[in-house]
């Protein structure tokens, strides 16, 4: 068993212990409630305290600015709606085709788990991921509610398992009696933040992606026959593809292209590699440059398997900010659709119910409940996929 998966069984076991203590020890209870910590399964939260620190950040109240985050919520809202349904009808589409062509079907929608859709070493930059949208969603909701005059009763972060959270609790009479404008720019508010953050987490991606470069490598060979070129060859892997014949190769594509161009050719190649170590997404160059001389018959493969990877000159802290960015992206986008989403326990749903309560209830229920099952039925295929 790795270290990873020891640290999170003894976290699990602790956060259980604990669970059991304060279910069992009335002075335990009581001491963490007068600290305003709440226990419960595989949960930790803490009440930091009520609206008036927030209130620091809220601006002064403006009918403009009030319009301006209305307006945004409610667009924002409505195009993560659309991006999903297309998602939906495509994957639904899909689904169909697979059964009756008799495939296995397959899903976008992949559910979250540790050790199953994810490598335990993923789990600190999705940790930080969460944190900063479960934050960043919660306070836009506070921020706005303030502006909207919707009193909050309490705030708080948390952590599930080790996933940080954060929670917002409002005043559910102040909220109920607030205008129906006002309650939609507050439940859409979280929706809007999350969306924000993603774009900008988009645009660091293109900026540390822009430092990035990377190099051809052979990762393997074809021993399926031995009579295949670079077997014949011994060529050493993994190694970075430096030349061929004289020329010298910038990327996988001039590579690839250059064999299918002489697929049907009998030609004798003078390849240039150098050794190198692959650290997961990047490869670290050992310094020895080899020429090897391989002859291809006409209509033979070349016997390689070839990916393109990090290369050496590559900062490993680049690297890794753009592991941590790309995963805030996919977080956050990720979270703004589900909120989005019209099902019962988004703030979409919530939105949709508002909506739709002085037409038609059993259209709302409909809508959300078909969306629900959808949702779910994807989730299932997307989870069974990786088992």
């Known amino acids: 068993m ?8 003894g976290l699990i076991l602790a956060e259980t212990l604990l669970f059991i203590l304060v279910k ?3 002075s335990l209870r009581d001491r963490l409630e007068k600290h305003r910590v709440n226990v419960s399964f595989l ?17 002064p109240e403006s009918r403009p600015l009030k319009n301006a985050v209305f307006i945004a919520g409610v667009l924002n809202m409505a195009l993560m709606i659309a991006y999903l349904y297309l998602t939906l009808i495509n994957a639904v589409e899909g689904l169909f085709r697979a059964v009756s062509a008799g495939e296995v079907p397959v899903s976008p929608f992949v559910p979250v788990i540790p050790g199953i859709t994810i490598s335990l070493e993923m789990l600190i930059p999705l940790a930080l991921s969460i944190g900063i949208a479960m934050v960043v969603h919660e306070l836009m909701h506070a921020l706005v509610a303030l502006l909207e005059r919707v009193e909050i009763e309490s705030w708080g972060i948390g952590l599930f398992v080790i996933f940080p959270v954060a929670y917002v609790k409002l005043s559910e009479n102040s909220f109920n009696e607030a205008p129906r404008k006002s309650r939609a720019s507050i439940l859409s508010a979280g929706i809007l933040g999350n969306s924000l953050i993603a774009l900008l987490a988009l645009g660091l991606i293109s900026l540390f992606s822009a430092q990035v470069s990377l190099v051809p490598v052979i990762i393997d060979l074809d021993r399926s026959d031995p009579e295949l070129p670079a077997l014949q060859a011994n060529i050493s892997t993994p190694s970075i593809i430096l030349e061929v014949n004289g020329s010298r190769i910038k990327n996988l594509g001039e590579f690839t292209s250059l064999l299918r161009g002489l697929i049907n050719q009998s030609v004798v190649l003078v390849l240039k590699t150098q050794r190198c170590v692959r650290e997961g997404y990047r490869v670290v160059e050992t310094g020895v440059v080899e020429t090897y001389e391989i002859r291809k018959p006409a209509g033979s493969r070349l016997g390689v398997y070839l990916s393109e990877l990090v290369a050496p000159e590559t900062p490993a802290y680049v690297i890794e900010a753009l592991l941590y960015t790309n995963w805030v992206f996919i977080v956050n986008l990720s979270l703004a659709i589900i909120n989005a ?3 019962f326990v988004s703030d979409g749903g919530r939105i949709i119910t508002e909506i739709l309560s002085r037409y038609d209830r059993k259209l709302n229920y409909v809508i959300q409940g078909i969306t629900s099952i959808t949702v779910a ?3 299932v295929i997307g989870l069974i996929n990786y088992i």
């Open 2 to 9: 790795s270290d990873a998966y020891v640290y999170l069984l």
């Open 377 to 379: 039925i994807l989730l």
């Open 341 to 343: 989403a019209p099902i």
């Open 43 to 59: 949960t930790i939260l803490v009440d930091i305290g009520t609206a008036s620190k927030l209130r620091r950040l809220t601006p």
């Open 24 to 26: 069992t020890q009335r």
